[in-house]
T-cell receptor
């Protein structure tokens, strides 16, 4: 069974640009959540989607947005990139919301903003 | 003060030792998760707890809701257990908050 797939794995962008990251969950999983990990702040929750609806959102500015499609694939978008957005972005899928049966994480997208 | 505190921050053990990692939180929660992150970034979900105790192989996780405290124990530790262990809580409003992680190194 295929795991959670995140694309791309690595990305370099310039300040002011925008970026879109993709996450394909495990087949049958309906919930996708996104996280940002930096050396200074550790792991932080971005948002969670279930059946195409955003259920929760972390404390990030409006430049960070996301969506989920009918096939449960999810994208997150960051507009007007700042140097501080450089991070490892992880997504996780779960069978139902809230990780009652655990989460499966993707390998992440490492974004570098220069 | 962080809402989720883990201790110790770093831990070095000899192979075979019993290991305990602690997590204390200050918010109301609906669930607590223990995660394992290996070098390179891959994260594995180990346990989800809302009460009591769970065991999986050499790993045991406990939670005391009244004391707002959870522990992760590793019995008969092995070098392959070397990783960062992260405690995460799901708040009553469904947001997720994370501890800073405990870096475990198990020496052969």
């Amino acid at each position: 069974k295929a795991g959670v797939t995140q694309t791309p794995r690595y990305l370099i962008k310039t300040r002011g640009q925008q970026v879109t990251l993709s996450c394909s969950p495990i087949s049958g999983h309906r919930s996708v959540s996104w996280y940002q990990q930096t050396p200074g702040q550790g792991l932080q929750f971005l948002f969670e989607y279930f059946s195409e609806t955003q259920r929760n959102k972390g404390n990030f500015p409006g430049r960070f947005s996301g969506r989920q499609f009918s096939n449960s694939r999810s994208e997150m978008n960051v507009s007007t990139l700042e140097l501080g957005d450089s991070a490892l972005y992880l997504c996780a899928s779960s069978l139902v919301g809230q990780g009652e049966y655990g989460y499966t994480f993707g390998s992440g997208t490492r974004l570098t903003v220069v | 003060k962080n809402e989720v505190e883990q201790s110790p921050q770093n831990l070095t053990a000899q192979e075979g030792e019993f290991i305990t990692i602690n997590c204390s939180y200050s918010v109301g929660i609906s669930a607590l998760h223990w995660l394992q992150q290996h070098p390179g970034g891959g994260i594995v979900s180990l346990f989800m707890l809302s009460s009591g105790k769970k065991k999986h192989g050499r790993l045991i996780a406990t939670i005391n809701i009244q004391e707002k405290h959870s522990s992760l124990h590793i019995t008969a530790s092995h070098p392959r257990d070397s990783a960062v262990y992260i405690c995460a809580v799901r708040g009553n409003n469904n947001d997720m908050r994370f501890g800073a992680g405990t870096r475990l190194t198990v020496k052969p």
